[in-house]
């Protein structure tokens, strides 16, 4: 069973950066994609970034791409969101989540992922 433990959320001001965590334990992640999903109040959960754990193909949202980057550190097993040039918009709840079979289908679909974090808030103040 995996296991998905999101840290580093927190109020910052529009233009600051936070930089996410995402602890995955469990499973041999080495066919498995993992993605950053947010959900503002209201809305949509949706997709902000995903990397492939083996190789470490990156995607990203256009909303996203070009201020935020997906990390992964294999000997730690740990998944990161670095956020620079926030936004207000950028406010919402963050989660980390694991595809096993995203090796082979890598995409932005949250229906594709199997498991999930918690959640962690981040707050962008204007």
């Known amino acids: 069973q995996v296991q998905l433990v999101e840290s580093g959320g927190g109020l910052v001001q529009a233009g600051g950066s936070l930089r996410l965590s995402c602890l995955a334990s469990?499973?041999?992640?080495?066919?498995?994609?993992m993605g950053w999903f947010r959900q503002a109040p209201g809305k949509e959960r949706e997709f902000a970034a995903a990397?492939?754990?083996?190789?470490?193909?990156?995607l990203y949202a256009d909303s996203v791409k070009g201020r935020f980057t997906i990390s992964r550190d294999s000997a730690k097993n740990t998944v990161y969101l670095q956020m620079n040039s926030l936004k207000p918009e950028d406010t919402a709840v963050y989660y980390c989540a694991a595809d096993s079979a995203g090796y082979w289908r890598f995409g932005r679909n949250k229906d594709d992922y199997e498991d999930w974090g918690q959640g962690t808030q981040v707050t962008v103040s204007s």
């Open positions: 990397i492939r754990w083996s190789g470490g193909i990156t």
């Open positions: 469990g499973r041999p992640f080495s066919s498995y994609a």
